[in-house]
């Protein structure tokens, strides 16, 4: 509860809901991570909510890729521990997926084969694979490309599929580093609205890069503010944005505006 | 090619030279040049004969031999080596002095560890062929993009998994241009060590045919060779264009 409190909340007081032990997804114990001389990360505590959508956001090279992998389990922290659903973390596992920034997509495979690999790496049959793959292509609005090949598709497009392929293997954590960095400013738009509608149907915890204020405010239930290198928390925002509200309608809301305005000041005091 | 205007065909020049070896040839001015159409005879008639059939036999079975052994442990050796920094540490130097160096001159240490006969033809293609294939599988492992190798230690991929799936398919561009170099190579491995061994398959014809100054069957046996590499190569570039689009698209 202590972390709670010198949590610069902005907006209204928690209610009697979150008063109650909030059910974390993940856990992230005392976290540093140096790597051969860069000190990276230093003494992470953090609670990521369960259903939720957490973004970590901090100017460059503060550690926020380097965090997501050790969640990730895919490299190893110097010291402290991840807990995911309660278990130590020991390296990737079925509960996690990740969606890279450049995408990571197989170029030979076509977006049915890409999106359905994850569960062909854990073997389902070729049937159970592709109608799941079929249903998520469908769900980030890709049907009708299932035998594209990755080269053939623009770059929001690919990460589309790059989503998909993480929904398809239904894990409960869904992990997005920059995603939508490799896209233009429409589609990136685009994409913040999917992603929050993604939210809502998927019921799965996100937990999101991202370098920009304005996105994170947009579409986060909570936003974590790293400090430079070596990366600390410095802060923890609840922008509480009312989703039910039109796109335009939120990105004109005064208190959507100065929620991004009190970010700015916060990053500059450190970035001056 | 144009010639006033006119554009002639590859075909039409070949033809050209063709001609004129046939005139200097029925002058019988030169003796090392006889006429095209005696070395086309002297051809037909020799792909009839048993001793050729048993020498192209011979001929493809070392070189088949040879290059199976150059394929399968040079691309073991390239993963081997883009993987792991200490083994490519330790064989880099070996294998980057062996792909240039004259290799030729080592073939009658080659006939000392394996005797006069066939194993000395298979170690000479292999010798030949193994050192691009294993530099070229290299650098394709190394380009491989570290987030394609991550993508699938997150999805769980067994290690079996890992190389099956993703990371041999991510550098068969470089690995098939590794193989097609290596295929030239072995070639000339396979004559060299078959002319050094001159007991066996076209080692033997040919020093059979210039021993006793057959020009016309040693000309046949000679383009025989050169249509066989040059056919060989263009197979392999056919097929590997056929995979670059999506090494382009990487
Ligand atoms: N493999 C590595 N070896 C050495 N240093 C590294 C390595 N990976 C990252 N770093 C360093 O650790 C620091 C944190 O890197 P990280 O990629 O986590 O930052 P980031 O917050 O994701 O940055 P960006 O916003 O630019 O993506 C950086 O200073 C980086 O140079
Ligand atoms: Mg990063």
């Known amino acids: ?272 | 090619m144009t010639i006033a205007g006119w554009r002639v065909p590859m075909m039409a020049s070949l033809l050209v030279w063709l001609v004129l070896w046939e005139i200097v040839g029925r002058t019988g001015a030169v003796f090392l040049i006889p006429p095209v159409t005696g070395i086309v005879e002297a051809g037909i008639r020799l792909v009839q004969t048993g001793t050729w059939q048993q020498a192209t036999f011979d001929t493809l079975r070392s070189y088949g031999l040879g290059m199976a052994l150059a394929i399968g442990i040079g691309v073991p050796l390239g993963v081997l080596m883009g993987r792991s920094k200490p083994a490519d540490k330790l064989l880099g130097m070996w294998v980057n002095l062996f792909v240039s160096a004259p290799l030729s001159a080592l073939v009658p240490v080659l006939m000392i560890l394996f005797g006069i006969g066939e194993k000395t033809v298979v170690a000479t293609v292999f010798l030949f062929a193994v050192w691009i294939i294993a530099l070229d599988t290299r650098a394709g492992i190394l380009h491989v993009p570290k987030s394609l190798e991550e993508m699938g230690r997150s999805y769980l991929a067994s290690p079996v998994q890992l190389y099956g799936k993703i990371i041999l398919w991510a550098a068969l561009p470089e690995i098939l241009a590794g193989i097609r170099l290596g295929l030239i190579r072995g070639v000339k491995g396979v004559v060299i060590g078959q002319l050094l061994v001159s007991i066996l398959g076209y080692g033997a014809l040919f020093e059979l045919y210039s021993r006793s100054f057959d020009m016309e069957h040693f000309w046949a046996i000679t383009f025989m060779l050169f249509a066989a590499a040059m056919l060989l190569s263009s197979i392999v570039e056919a097929f590997e264009k056929r995979i670059e689009y999506y090494a382009g698209a990487r």
């Open chain 1, 1 to 272: 509860m202590t972390a709670m409190a010198d949590t610069a909340t902005l907006t209204r007081p928690a209610g009697p809901a979150a008063a109650a032990k909030p059910d974390a997804a993940v856990s992230v114990r005392g976290i540093c991570k140096t790597y051969t001389d860069v000190e990276a990360l230093r003494g992470i505590d953090l609670d990521i909510e369960r259903g939720k959508l957490t973004t970590l956001l901090g100017p460059s090279g503060c550690g926020k890729t380097t965090l997501l992998k050790i969640i990730a389990g895919l490299i190893d922290q110097t010291s402290g521990e991840v807990l995911v659903n309660g278990r130590a973390v020991r390296g990737p596992g079925p509960e996690r997926a990740f969606v890279f920034q450049d995408f990571a997509l197989l170029p030979w495979a076509t977006v049915m084969r890409n999106v359905a690999f994850g569960l062909e790496l854990r073997g389902a049959s070729k049937t159970e694979r592709e109608e799941k793959a079929r249903h998520y292509i469908a769900e980030v609005g890709l049907a009708g490309f299932e035998d594209k090949y990755p080269h053939e598709l623009s770059g929001g497009m690919r990460q589309r599929v790059g989503l998909a392929r993480a929904l398809a293997v239904d894990a409960d954590v869904l992990m997005l580093d920059e995603p939508f960095s490799a896209v233009d400013e429409q589609t990136r738009r685009k994409f913040q609205e999917d992603l929050i509608r993604l939210r809502e149907v998927e019921k799965k915890t996100f937990l999101f890069v991202t370098h920009s204020i304005e996105e994170a405010v947009y579409v986060s239930d909570r936003i974590v503010l790293l400090s430079r290198r070596p990366g600390r928390i410095s802060e923890i925002i609840e922008p509480k944005v009312d989703h039910r509200a039109s796109p335009d309608e939120i990105r004109r809301d005064p208190h959507y505006l100065d929620t991004v305005e009190s970010i700015w000041q916060g990053l500059r005091n450190y970035v001056e």
